[in-house]
């Protein structure tokens, strides 16, 4: 398609691809292809969202702002159109699509979810400390035509948290095709790690939405639902980093900040930066709900659904011709034990494959590029070594804190949580206001991977055990943590035969009894029952 009519088509579908003086770069490939035949197509210069258009980065002033759940068409692969949702909006005389929210901590948040859909939506706000009602419940799921309205104060610390649908039943399909944005939150502590290294949002400083899609040979999303996708997850072939198929980032020698979300439905991913054969070293300086307290060199890191990392990687070693590849390494998806333990309940669906889960020839665990990095032209010399600390984060005091036991474990075909099935009115976990937890979370041994959200709530990683060996090998300390365990999350990584200990600080001011959820972010896994009410009690 030749870019004037790429344009035109964008424009009439109302995806606003020209605003404010920037361009949606836009190179078209020749063939669908896969993650794994990556390095045989045109490379594809990745999109950096700018101040408007589609993840554009929406500052939120004292107005409200209003998000449209909508359905429209998005040419994401050979330029032809494939159906897509937007959350569509206009603020400060500006069109965005499912924009980037930034927000200062401290700031009021007023928003409203308007639904253009034909079928219901809500809208959970990841990793945000909101009063159950402006959560994004289930249970406040909205009809076609109907809206709902939220107003809270974000107490967050600086970082990067995101939004998405939590529709009943239909949270998998909805964000699949679209429903999902970053929500960024700044305090002092990020914006001084920004001013020390000298770091420019959108040129230094870039958010990486990291999915996986399944495209037909129109260049159309498939999403499949069938038993296998519904009890394993939807697995998609073509990677896609902010919406954009086969990337590549062309860089300057000098220090980069990498701001990632696995916005995918199931993949969990490995990451590194590979240069030929070798792997280079990186920084992670955060986490699910921000900075670390201070820098962590790392190699490779496990991404799984819905969890964030925020890493520095530093070019200026490197010269102007040099290509660096993002990729996910190799790592045992840990699924192959459960599988073959089904047995007779597996017969009629051993054809669809481990790897092919929607039809996806990019099996779990496979080593595929994310992204290249291209060093195009020489960098100003800039500080490259991060400060010696970042924040300050406050170890929850676990003296008297009650330990309770989730287990993970499947009866039926069916994952479940405590022996429990997701009901709409059942809460099958009661906290009570102003206390501490500990939480055993015990993935059983038959299993597979499973990335758990808490609603709500932050939380810190005390401890894993029984883990398997190629996440012993990145432990940075006696119990067994990963750099990546670090901070405060909101989502967590359990594999299989493993159990990991969190410590929850359920202190808030909200008046009454409040409702959230704790679930597995594999959203097949969620949508199919995975999930459970936690009732956080006044008394």
């Given at each position: 398609m ?6 035109q088509y964008?424009?009439a579908?109302g995806l606003g691809?020209?605003?404010?003086g920037?361009?949606y ?5 020749d063939?669908v292809?896969t993650a794994?035949?990556?390095r ?6 990745l ?12 500052d939120i002033s ?5 998000l449209n759940?909508?359905?429209t068409?998005?040419p ?19 069109d965005?699509q499912n ?5 200062k901590r401290g700031?009021q948040?007023n928003a409203r979810?308007?639904n253009d859909?034909?079928e219901?939506?809500i809208?959970h706000w990841?990793?945000l400390?909101v009063?159950?009602?402006m959560d994004?419940?289930p249970?406040?799921t909205?009809?076609a035509?109907?809206?709902y309205d939220y107003a809270?104060p974000v107490?967050?610390?600086?970082g990067m948290y995101?939004?998405h ?6 949270t ?5 095709f679209?429903?999902?944005g970053?929500?960024?939150v700044?305090?002092e502590d990020?914006?001084a790690?920004r001013?020390a290294?000298q770091?420019?949002p ?5 958010p ?8 037909n040979?129109a260049?159309?999303?498939e999403?499949a639902?069938?038993p ?5 997850g939807q697995l998609g072939?073509?990677?896609?980093v902010?919406?954009?198929p086969?990337?590549?980032l ?5 220090l980069?900040?990498?701001?990632i979300?696995?916005g995918?439905?199931?993949?969990i991913?490995?990451?590194a930066?590979?240069h030929?054969e070798?792997k280079?070293?990186?920084t992670?300086?955060g986490?699910d ?6 820098p ?12 964030r990392?925020?890493i ?13 590849a993002?990729?996910?390494?190799a790592f045992?998806a840990?699924n ?6 089904m047995?007779?309940?597996?017969g ?11 039809g996806s020839?990019?099996a ?7 992204m290249?990095?291209?060093?195009t032209?020489q960098g100003v010399a800039?500080p490259s070594?991060?400060?010696?600390k ?5 170890r929850i005091?676990t ?10 474990t499947?009866?039926r ?9 997701f009901e709409m009115?059942r809460?099958?976990i009661?906290?009570r ?14 299993s597979?991977?499973?990335?758990m959200?808490?609603h709500?709530f932050?939380?810190q990683?005390v401890s ?16 067994g943590?990963?750099v990546?365990d670090l901070g405060?999350k909101?989502t967590i990584l359990v594999w299989p035969?493993?159990?990991v200990?969190i410590a929850?600080d359920?202190t808030n001011?909200?008046k009454?009894d409040?409702i959230y ?9 969620e949508d199919?029952?995975m999930?459970v009410?936690?009732?956080v009690t006044?008394v």
């Amino acid at each position: 398609m030749q870019r004037r009519k790429f344009l035109q088509y964008a424009a009439a579908s109302g995806l606003g691809i020209l605003a404010s003086g920037y361009l949606y770069k836009y190179r078209q490939n020749d063939v669908v292809g896969t993650a794994a035949a990556a390095r045989n197509v045109a490379r594809t210069p990745l999109f950096i969202p700018g101040n408007s258009g589609p993840l554009g980065i929406l500052d939120i002033s004292d107005a409200p702002l209003t998000l449209n759940a909508r359905a429209t068409t998005l040419p994401l692969i050979q330029g032809k159109p494939s159906p897509f949702l937007i959350y569509a909006a206009q603020y400060d005389d500006k069109d965005y699509q499912n924009p980037i929210i930034r927000i200062k901590r401290g700031k009021q948040f007023n928003a409203r979810l308007q639904n253009d859909l034909t079928e219901p939506t809500i809208v959970h706000w990841h990793g945000l400390h909101v009063p159950g009602a402006m959560d994004g419940h289930p249970r406040n799921t909205i009809a076609a035509s109907g809206h709902y309205d939220y107003a809270f104060p974000v107490t967050n610390r600086g970082g990067m948290y995101w939004y998405h649908t939590h529709a009943h039943n239909l949270t998998a399909k909805q964000a699949y095709f679209g429903l999902a944005g970053i929500f960024m939150v700044e305090d002092e502590d990020d914006l001084a790690v920004r001013t020390a290294l000298q770091l420019e949002p959108g040129v230094t400083e870039l958010p990486l939405l990291i999915q996986d899609k399944q495209f037909n040979s129109a260049g159309e999303l498939e999403y499949a639902s069938n038993p296998m996708q519904q009890m394993m997850g939807q697995l998609g072939d073509t990677i896609l980093v902010n919406l954009t198929p086969h990337p590549q980032l062309d860089i300057a020698n000098r220090l980069y900040r990498f701001r990632i979300l696995n916005g995918s439905n199931s993949r969990i991913y490995k990451l590194a930066f590979v240069h030929g054969e070798k792997k280079l070293p990186y920084t992670i300086i955060g986490t699910d709900a921000g900075l670390l307290d201070q820098p962590y060199p790392a190699q490779e890191a496990f991404l799984a659904p819905a969890e964030r990392l925020d890493i520095l990687f530093d070019a200026s070693r490197l010269r102007t011709g040099d290509e660096i590849a993002l990729k996910s390494l190799a790592f045992e998806a840990m699924n192959n034990d459960m599988m073959g333990g089904m047995g007779g309940m597996m017969g009629g669906m051993s054809g669809m494959g481990m790897g092919g889960m929607g039809g996806s020839s990019l099996a779990l665990g496979a080593e595929f590029e994310i992204m290249k990095l291209a060093v195009t032209h020489q960098g100003v010399a800039t500080p490259s070594v991060p400060p010696r600390k970042l924040s300050t984060i406050a170890r929850i005091d676990t003296r008297k804190a009650a330990v309770r036991n989730i287990s993970l474990t499947m009866q039926r075909m069916r994952w479940l949580i405590n022996g429990e099935s997701f009901e709409m009115g059942r809460y099958p976990i009661e906290s009570r206001r102003n206390t501490v937890e500990l939480w055993d979370i015990q993935n059983a041994k038959m299993s597979m991977p499973h990335p758990m959200h808490l609603h709500g709530f932050s939380f810190q990683i005390v401890s894993r055990s029984n883990s398997p060996s190629q996440v012993r090998k990145l432990s940075q300390d006696a119990n067994g943590r990963m750099v990546t365990d670090l901070g405060w999350k909101d989502t967590i990584l359990v594999w299989p035969g493993e159990t990991v200990r969190i410590a929850i600080d359920f202190t808030n001011a909200y008046k009454g009894d409040q409702i959230y959820l704790f679930h597995c972010h594999n959203l097949e896994h969620e949508d199919q029952g995975m999930m459970v009410n936690h009732l956080v009690t006044a008394v």
